[in-house]
């Protein structure tokens, strides 16, 4: 009965809503003559970080309010060069988070080697650039998450004796290096946990998702059976209070939570717009409710899993109780869409994604029609079933 006279509440303030058809609302925020080609966002500052195509460093800032990009070109502020080229490294700048310090983590070309470095914040809009010690011959660096409260760590690449090797650290301790004795493609950080997730081939030579206990250094095998998977993205589920992470099956997105300590499957789908390929899933948590911001497609390159023709921006649920799916690019044309990184405003979350407009990345915001309302998230596409069930708190 509470539920169902809530719904009778909610009716009358927002009538039509629990049914009216979501509309795309998705605009260039980047300055369409200049190219910003991935940025990263980070909500903690309201910033974005990237590396343009002669290999510099740049900071711009977001406007939490509006979403807006300052500058529109993204370049804020210069604050290194000489870094190493993207199809080189594997990735971009990213930001690593700690007790100690919050840094961008990011690989140099160095006398003809790759170079691990960081860049801290010393001072409002002043940077120190720092080499790491016992950085060469390392790349692709992912940092800790947000909800870090030890030292800001690292997981990197690193040439092996006969390939490349998955390694770990504290940011400024080399000394607290270990490495996985296997070839695992990638790690990231098993949220604020002392874990690594990444992704390794099994006996039977398939991709699949390992957790890497820092105790043990270990690689556990979480999941099995074909096929392949790509992309594990791990976050802190309210919902569930624990982490979940969901991975690429080609076409599908599988979610998978722990119970009594075990890794287990409890959802998985298809986007249903009849494409075969996903790409570039990334979780967004408001109103503690988790959504996944993913790129469907109908050709991927696969030697980056990233779309090579038309693609589309779909913003998903997670509880296979209450399928949510939604559509947020501007369906009127077709575009190369891709790499999603969905951003908690003030108000509202939206999906950022790079759009190739010719030759130029452009930079795309989309809103999602979910709106930070007393704890509430916009009614649009849920119907009054799932609000009598209590699908919004």
Same mark, same amino acid.
């Given at each position: 009965?509470?539920?169902?006279?809530?719904?009778?509440? $909610?009716?009358?303030?927002?009538?039509?809503?629990?049914?009216?058809?979501?509309?795309?609302?998705? @605009?260039?925020?980047?300055?369409?003559?200049?190219?910003?080609? @991935?940025?990263?966002?980070?909500?903690?500052?309201?910033?974005?970080?990237?590396?343009?195509?002669?290999?510099?460093?740049?900071?711009?800032?977001?406007?939490?309010?509006?979403?807006?990009?300052?500058?529109?070109?993204?370049?804020?502020?210069?604050?290194?060069?000489? *870094?190493?080229?993207?199809?080189?490294?594997?990735?971009?700048?990213?930001?690593?988070?700690?007790?100690?310090?919050?840094?961008?983590? #990011?690989?140099?070309?160095?006398?003809?080697?790759?170079?691990?470095?960081?860049?801290?914040?010393?001072?409002?809009?002043?940077?120190?650039?720092? *080499?790491?010690?016992?950085?060469? &011959?390392?790349?692709?660096?992912? !940092?800790?998450?947000?909800?870090?409260? !030890?030292?800001? +760590?690292?997981?990197?690449?690193?040439? !092996?004796?006969?390939?490349?090797? $998955?390694?770990?650290?504290?940011?400024?301790?080399?000394?607290?290096?270990?490495?996985?004795?296997?070839?695992?493609?990638?790690?990231?950080?098993?949220?604020?946990?002392?874990?690594?997730?990444?992704?390794?081939?099994?006996?039977?030579? =398939?991709? @699949?998702?390992?957790?890497?206990?820092?105790?043990?250094?270990? *690689?556990? @095998?979480?999941?099995?059976?074909?096929?392949?998977?790509?992309?594990?993205? =791990?976050?802190?589920?309210?919902?569930?209070?624990? #982490?979940?992470?969901?991975? +690429?099956?080609?076409?599908?997105?599988?979610?998978?939570?722990?119970?009594?300590?075990?890794?287990?499957?409890?959802?998985?789908?298809?986007?249903?717009?009849?494409?075969?390929?996903?790409?570039?899933?990334?979780?967004?948590?408001?109103?503690?409710?988790?959504? =996944?911001?993913?790129?469907?497609?109908?050709?991927?390159?696969?030697?980056?899993?990233?779309?090579?023709?038309?693609?589309?921006?779909?913003?998903?649920?997670? &509880?296979?109780?209450?399928?949510?799916?939604?559509?947020?690019?501007?369906?009127?044309?077709?575009?190369?869409?891709?790499?999603?990184?969905?951003?908690? $405003?003030?108000?509202?979350?939206?999906?950022?994604?790079?759009?190739?407009?010719?030759?130029?990345?452009?930079?795309?915001?989309?809103?999602?029609?979910?709106?930070?309302?007393?704890?509430?998230?916009? +009614?649009?596409? $849920?119907?009054?079933?799932?609000?009598?069930?209590?699908?919004?708190?």
């Amino acid at each position: 009965m509470k539920s169902q006279a809530r719904l009778s509440i $909610l009716l009358v303030f927002w009538p039509g809503l629990a049914l009216a058809d979501f509309i795309p609302d998705d @605009q260039i925020v980047s300055d369409p003559t200049a190219e910003l080609p @991935q940025p990263e966002f980070d909500r903690a500052t309201n910033r974005i970080i990237w590396q343009d195509r002669h290999n510099r460093l740049w900071v711009g800032q977001v406007d939490p309010v509006t979403g807006d990009l300052v500058p529109t070109n993204g370049r804020g502020q210069l604050v290194d060069t000489g *870094l190493g080229p993207p199809n080189q490294v594997g990735n971009t700048p990213r930001y690593t988070y700690g007790g100690d310090q919050d840094a961008i983590v #990011y690989t140099k070309l160095v006398d003809g080697h790759l170079h691990l470095a960081k860049a801290l914040e010393v001072a409002p809009n002043t940077w120190q650039i720092t *080499l790491l010690e016992n950085g060469e &011959d390392r790349w692709h660096a992912n !940092g800790t998450p947000e909800e870090t409260t !030890g030292p800001a +760590m690292i997981v990197y690449n690193q040439v !092996g004796p006969v390939g490349t090797l $998955l390694s770990w650290r504290e940011l400024d301790n080399p000394d607290s290096e270990h490495t996985v004795d296997a070839a695992p493609a990638g790690g990231r950080f098993l949220g604020a946990e002392p874990a690594l997730m990444a992704l390794a081939r099994d006996n039977d030579g =398939i991709m @699949q998702v390992f957790e890497i206990p820092f105790a043990t250094g270990e *690689l556990e @095998q979480v999941t099995f059976g074909r096929p392949k998977k790509q992309s594990a993205f =791990i976050w802190w589920a309210p919902e569930y209070q624990d #982490y979940v992470f969901t991975v +690429m099956q080609i076409s599908n997105l599988a979610f998978y939570r722990r119970s009594d300590g075990v890794w287990r499957k409890f959802n998985q789908f298809v986007i249903p717009n009849g494409k075969p390929y996903v790409s570039s899933p990334e979780a967004f948590v408001i109103n503690d409710t988790s959504y =996944i911001a993913v790129v469907s497609c109908d050709v991927v390159d696969f030697q980056v899993w990233q779309p090579r023709g038309p693609s589309e921006v779909w913003v998903t649920g997670i &509880d296979p109780a209450h399928p949510f799916f939604r559509r947020i690019d501007d369906p009127s044309y077709a575009a190369v869409r891709m790499e999603p990184e969905p951003y908690v $405003l003030d108000g509202e979350a939206v999906v950022y994604y790079t759009e190739m407009g010719g030759r130029i990345h452009l930079v795309k915001r989309a809103k999602t029609g979910i709106t930070r309302i007393g704890g509430l998230e916009d +009614m649009a596409g $849920l119907t009054a079933s799932e609000w009598s069930a209590g699908r919004v708190q």
